[in-house]
Nanobody
């Protein structure tokens, strides 16, 4: 069992930046590909970004490409999501997820472990 805990959410103004963190425990973190998903009000959970176990390959949804950056620190067992130029439509609960596959892809079903989520609200 891998335990994932997200942090860093909150209320931010449009155009501002925020950084989410996800701390992992329970399994060898460097063996897992990691991802961020989000779920807005009344919407299905959607893919945001993923990073492979070594941190050498990343993939983003079109809606966040160029604004968000996923990264990881295997020494600290953490994965991050740097979010820039935030928009009201980025408002959602953001979830960290992991898979022992080489890459989890952009499907919810491609991931084995999930955090409890952290709320990000973009509003003036």
């Amino acid at each position: 069992q891998m335990h994932l805990v997200e942090s860093g959410g909150g209320l931010v103004q449009p155009g501002a930046s925020a950084r989410l963190s996800c701390a992992a425990s329970g399994r060898t973190f460097s063996n897992y590909a990691m991802a961020w998903f989000r779920q807005g009000p009344g919407k299905e959970r959607e893919f945001v970004a993923t990073i492979n176990w070594r941190g050498t390959s990343t993939y983003y949804s079109d809606s966040v490409k160029g604004r968000f950056t996923i990264s990881r620190d295997n020494a600290k067992n953490e994965v991050y999501l740097q979010m820039n130029s935030l928009k009201p439509e980025d408002t959602a609960v953001y979830y960290c997820a992991s898979t022992q596959r080489a890459a989890g892809g952009n499907r919810v079903g491609g991931y084995d472990y999930w955090g409890q989520g952290t709320q990000v609200t973009v509003s003036s």
